[in-house]
C-alpha cells in the first residue's frame, strides 16, 4: 500500500521534471537567426505580431512570413492555423501569438520565393511612401539570409512522447495516491 503512495510521487516528481524540462529547454527564434545560426532541430518559440504574408503554400500547409521581436520570419504552418494567427492578430492588436515549432535550414528552393516576396513587399511599402521614389527592391542573397537568417520555424514537428509520458505519469501518479488515501480512510466505496 505505501508502495502506491512513493510509486504515485515519484510518478508526479518525474512529471514534473518533465513539464519544466520541456518548459525551460526552449529558445526564441530571434536568437538563432540573430546569430547567424545554421542549427537544425533547435525547440524554438516565435511570439509573432503580425502575418505579412505567405511565399508559398500548397492545399494543406505553407511557408508564411511572420513578425516578431521586430524582425521577420518564415514560418512553416498549417494554412488553417495561419489565418487562425492572422485573425487573433488583426483582434488583438497589442498582443502576440505564441508559436512552438523546431528549426530547419532554409532550402535553396525558398530562397528564390523568399527574395521575390521581399522585393514585392518593400515596393509596396515603398510606393505608398511619398517620399520614396518608385524603384524596383531587388534583394541579393546576402540580403535574404540577412532579413530572415538560416533556419525557418517548423511547426509540423510530429507526435509528442514526452508530452505523452507526462499525462500518463500524472494521471497514473494521480490514482496511484487517490488509491492509497481511499485503501488507508476509506473515503470511496
Do not use: C
Not at 535553396?108 to 524596383?136: Q, T
Not at 488509491?179 to 470511496?188: D, L, P, S
Amino acid at each position: 500500500m505505501k508502495r502506491n503512495l512513493i510509486i504515485g510521487i515519484v510518478l508526479l516528481t518525474i512529471s514534473l521534471g518533465l513539464i519544466i524540462y520541456s518548459e525551460f529547454n526552449k529558445t526564441n527564434i530571434y536568437e538563432l537567426t540573430n546569430s547567424g545560426s545554421k542549427k537544425e532541430n533547435v525547440k524554438v518559440y516565435l511570439d509573432a505580431t503580425f502575418v505579412a504574408g505567405s511565399i508559398t503554400n500548397d492545399k494543406d500547409n505553407g511557408y508564411y512570413v511572420m513578425f516578431g521581436d521586430g524582425v521577420q520570419y518564415i514560418v512553416y504552418i498549417s494554412n488553417n492555423m495561419a489565418n487562425k494567427v492572422n485573425r487573433y492578430l488583426l483582434d488583438h492588436e497589442e498582443e502576440s501569438y505564441h508559436i512552438e515549432g523546431i528549426t530547419k535550414l532554409i532550402p535553396s528552393s525558398m530562397e528564390e520565393n523568399g527574395k521575390k516576396f521581399v522585393k514585392e513587399w518593400l515596393d509596396y511599402s515603398h510606393n505608398h511612401n511619398e517620399e520614396e521614389d518608385n524603384h524596383s527592391h531587388d534583394i541579393t542573397t546576402d540580403e535574404f539570409y540577412q532579413y530572415f537568417g538560416y533556419v525557418y520555424l517548423d511547426t509540423n514537428i510530429g507526435f509528442d512522447y514526452i508530452k505523452l509520458f507526462t499525462y500518463i505519469s500524472i494521471i497514473l501518479g494521480l490514482l496511484l495516491i487517490i488509491y492509497f488515501v481511499n485503501t488507508k480512510y476509506h473515503f470511496i466505496g
